[in-house]
C-alpha cells in the first residue's frame, strides 16, 4: 500500500535552515508529481510547493518563493524540501503528497518544524 | 493568493444531512473543475474525500458528495454518522499555477 513518511522536522531558530524528507513507498515514485502542505498549530491547510515526477519542473506559494525549494531523488524515492531563512510563521507540521491530477490522493502523517529562539 | 472561504463550523444530529460551502473566485474554484475535499479527524493527516468537483475515490461512503456552481462549490454529507466528526477542508487549482485551500470547517455531529 502507498506509504509516505516525512522526517527531518524539529526545532530552528529563527534565519536557520531544515531539510525536510519524505520517503516514498507502495507506488512508482518517479512518475508521480509530489507535494508539500503545512498546517500551523490550530490553523488550516496551506499548499506549499509541487514538483513534477521529473523533477524538471517546481511551483511555490508566493510566501515561500525564494527560501523554500523541493527536490527529489527518484533512485532514492524521496521528496526534499530545503526551508531556509526560517521565520516563526513558518511553524508547522510539514505534509507530503502525492499528485495525482490536481488533488492530493495520498498523504503522510507529518513532520513537525518550529522556529523558535 | 486568498484562502477559499468556509463556515467555521457546522453541526448535525446523527442521520441527518449537512453542507458544507467552498467559495473562491473565477481565478480557482469558478474557473475550473478542480476541486476537492478533505477530512482531518483531530491528530491524524488528512485523507481525500472528494475530487474534481463530485467524484468519490474508492472506498469514500457514497454519503459522501460534491457539487459546484459559479463560485462556490459544495460538499454535502448525508445520513451523519457520529466518525464523520472532523475538520474539512476544500482545494482548488488556481490560474496562477497554483493551490489553494479553505480555511477549514469543524463538523460537530451532535
Known amino acids: 500500500q502507498v506509504q509516505l513518511v516525512e522526517s527531518g522536522g524539529g526545532v530552528v531558530q529563527p534565519g536557520g535552515s531544515l531539510r525536510l524528507s519524505c520517503a516514498a513507498s507502495?507506488?512508482?515514485?518517479?512518475?508521480?508529481?509530489m507535494h508539500w502542505v503545512r498546517q500551523a498549530p490550530g490553523k488550516g491547510l496551506e499548499w506549499v510547493a509541487l514538483i513534477r515526477n521529473d523533477g524538471n519542473d517546481k511551483y511555490y506559494a508566493d510566501s515561500m518563493k525564494g527560501r523554500f525549494t523541493v527536490s527529489r531523488d527518484n533512485s532514492r524515492n524521496t521528496l526534499y524540501l530545503q526551508m531556509n531563512s526560517l521565520r516563526s510563521e513558518d511553524t508547522a507540521m510539514y505534509y507530503c503528497a502525492s499528485r495525482t491530477g490536481y488533488y492530493f490522493d495520498y498523504w503522510g502523517q507529518g513532520t513537525l518544524v518550529t522556529v523558535s529562539s | 493568493q486568498s484562502a477559499l472561504t468556509q463556515p467555521p463550523s457546522v453541526s448535525g444530529s446523527p442521520g441527518q444531512s449537512v453542507t458544507i460551502s467552498c467559495t473562491g473566485t473565477s481565478s480557482d474554484v469558478g474557473n475550473y473543475n478542480r476541486v476537492s475535499w478533505y477530512q482531518q479527524p483531530p491528530g491524524t493527516a488528512p485523507k481525500l474525500m472528494i475530487y474534481e468537483v463530485s467524484n468519490r475515490p474508492s472506498g469514500v461512503p457514497d454519503r459522501f458528495s460534491g457539487s459546484k456552481s459559479g463560485n462556490t462549490a459544495s460538499l454535502t454529507i448525508s445520513g451523519l454518522q457520529a466518525e464523520d466528526e472532523a475538520d474539512y477542508y476544500c482545494?482548488?487549482?488556481?490560474?496562477?499555477?497554483?493551490?489553494?485551500f479553505g480555511g477549514g470547517t469543524k463538523l460537530t455531529v451532535l
Open positions: 507502495g507506488f512508482t515514485f518517479r512518475s508521480y508529481g
Open positions: 482545494s482548488s487549482y488556481t490560474s496562477s499555477g497554483t493551490w489553494v
